[in-house]
């Protein structure tokens, strides 16, 4: 199976930042690839598709890019609603894999 | 409005079974497949099993492979998991989730329900 892992696992920013988060499969995924928001206590969101394709109403300090094995996940104008975790998942064939989350934090 | 709730959850001891469901309203529920994800206390998300939207084709993780079933009723909107065999380590919050075009992945989410398994 496809192995995903995220850098760093955890990060604190100040507001206004860029923050950038990494994703890497262990083999190629092509741009099956979302990126998931958890903030404390609630579900996860979908932010992101197809590696970076924004889903509607997802604010557009949030972008994502690569494809193949190297994925990453920006927000631009870090702020203090973005505090969560942040996941990204394969989705080119089963099992669906998350990766283990990177969560983000303000200084 | 689009949602998901879970119920069924509760705590079970090593071995037994439990179901879950997941009731489906404000979309047409026979247009989407279906997943469920779970999260043990304090970690990070970990994909199930996934259902067609005619509930033909199923897949699951391996780590729940022989042990869990997913299925779904179209006529009354629901979604199950039957969870046999249940291990300590299957204790975890349990989601439902659309798959949003049918290539995994989740657009909508319930709020869960927890599932402790504990002798």
């Known amino acids: 199976d496809i192995q995903m892992t995220q850098s760093p696992s955890s990060l604190s920013a100040s507001v206004g930042d860029r923050v950038t988060i990494s994703c890497r499969a262990s083999h190629g995924i092509g741009n099956n690839l979302a990126w998931y928001q958890q903030k404390p206590g609630k579900v996860p969101d979908l932010l992101i598709y197809g590696a970076s394709t924004l889903l509607s109403g997802v604010p557009s300090r949030f972008s994502g890019g690569g494809s193949g094995t190297d994925f990453t996940l920006t927000i631009d104008n870090l702020q203090p609603e973005d505090i969560a975790t942040y996941f990204c998942q394969k989705y080119n064939s089963v099992p669906f894999t998350f990766g283990p989350g990177t969560k983000v934090g303000i200084k | 409005q689009v949602q998901l709730v879970e119920s069924g959850g509760g705590v079970v001891q090593p071995g037994r079974s439990l179901r879950l469901s997941c009731a489906a309203s404000?979309?047409?529920?026979?247009?989407?497949?279906m997943h469920w994800v779970r999260q043990a206390p304090g970690k990070g998300l970990e994909w199930v099993a996934v259902i067609s939207n005619d509930g033909t084709k199923k897949d699951y993780a391996d780590s729940v492979k022989g042990r869990f079933t997913i299925s779904r009723d179209n006529a009354k909107n629901s979604l199950f998991l039957q969870m046999n065999s249940l291990r300590v380590e299957d204790t975890a919050v349990y989601y439902c989730?659309?798959?949003?075009?049918?290539?995994?992945?989740?657009?909508?989410w319930g709020k869960g329900t927890t599932v402790t398994v504990s002798s």
């Open positions: 989730a659309r798959d949003l075009t049918a290539n995994g992945y989740m657009d909508v």
């Open positions: 404000g979309f047409t529920f026979n247009r989407y497949g």
